[in-house]
């Protein structure tokens, strides 16, 4: 089977206007999403539309059936996952019937779901790396998904969009998100940078090597990463606090609603007239 898993080192680093480093482990799902029945029946720990300790729904995911915030909607995008993903990459000219979409995420853990990115690598009908796409979801539960386009020679996906979403009250909306990513082979290397007027300001890296998706493995990541994502999510808070203690400018998220584009799920503060932070 296509799916697997990925151990990695997962390290950010802000640059302006005060340094501020760290870098922890943690373990991904890369899940071939025609392989999901299968993945369902053969793992006791895993499961595909229903509880387990691990949970993947495909309506977490890349929700372009649904209204878009200040962009332009995606024809044909129906309630399937795969087929979303294919309408994204139609939309961008890219033709990809008979092939395959390997999603690198965390699903629920225990019911709870937070993913700051997950990524989707598309391979055309003879299993050719043909485009890329990177799923960005901020703490607001809001989701922008970029299009990376096709890889380089090297087989890497790389391009430089503006962000106009936000992420983080210490970042601004209007910084260029520049994405590097390597095909998810036997390694798993991917790196994202923040732009500033051509000047970068930050830098976020994950690198890892692969491993059977297996209740062995699964178990043995259980232990060693318990509860992952909600340390996700509080690792995020806490060097928020860190940051903030340093008297890094933040400003909320209401004060640029106007260059908040393209996104899913918009917050109330995306409202006219809302004070909501």
């Known amino acids: 089977m296509r799916s697997r898993l990925y151990e990695c080192r997962m390290a950010h680093a802000r640059f302006a ?5 760290f870098a922890y482990r943690i373990f991904l799902f890369a899940l071939d999403l025609d392989e999901l029945p299968a993945l369902s029946q053969r793992l006791r720990l895993f499961s595909a539309g229903r509880r387990n300790l691990y949970s993947f729904r495909e309506g977490d995911y890349l929700p372009l059936h649904e209204p878009v915030h200040a ?24 033709d990809l019937t008979g ?3 390997t999603l690198v995420t965390l699903p629920r853990i225990a019911g709870y779901l937070f993913n700051p990115v997950s990524f989707y690598f598309c391979y055309d009908a003879a299993g050719r790396p043909a485009a890329a796409l990177a799923e960005v979801t901020n703490t607001f539960r809001e989701m922008k998904p970029f299009f990376l386009g096709a890889p380089d020679a090297a087989g890497r996906f790389h ?4 962000k106009e979403f936000y992420v983080s ?23 994202i940078d923040d732009y500033t007027d051509g000047v970068r300001t930050f830098t976020s890296s994950l690198h890892g090597a692969a491993c059977p998706l297996d209740d062995a493995h699964l178990l043995k990541f259980t232990c060693k990463y318990p509860l992952l994502t909600l340390q996700v999510i509080t690792l ?9 203690l340093k008297r890094v400018p933040w400003f909320a998220k209401a004060a640029r609603r106007e260059d ?3 996104l899913y799920r ?4 995306l409202r006219p007239n809302s004070d909501a932070a």
């Open 17 to 21: 206007p005060k340094p501020h480093a």
């Open 71 to 94: 962009g332009t909607p995606v024809p044909n995008a129906d309630d399937g996952l795969k087929a979303r993903v294919l309408a994204q990459l139609a939309a961008h000219g890219l």
């Open 99 to 101: 092939g395959h979409v």
């Open 159 to 162: 391009a430089r969009v503006p």
């Open 169 to 191: 009250p210490f970042s601004d909306v209007d910084v260029a998100f520049d994405f590097q990513l390597g095909s998810a082979g036997e390694i798993l290397d991917v790196r």
């Open 236 to 244: 995020i808070h806490w060097h928020a606090l860190r940051l903030w």
């Open 260 to 262: 908040q584009r393209g």
């Open 266 to 269: 918009p917050h109330a503060s």
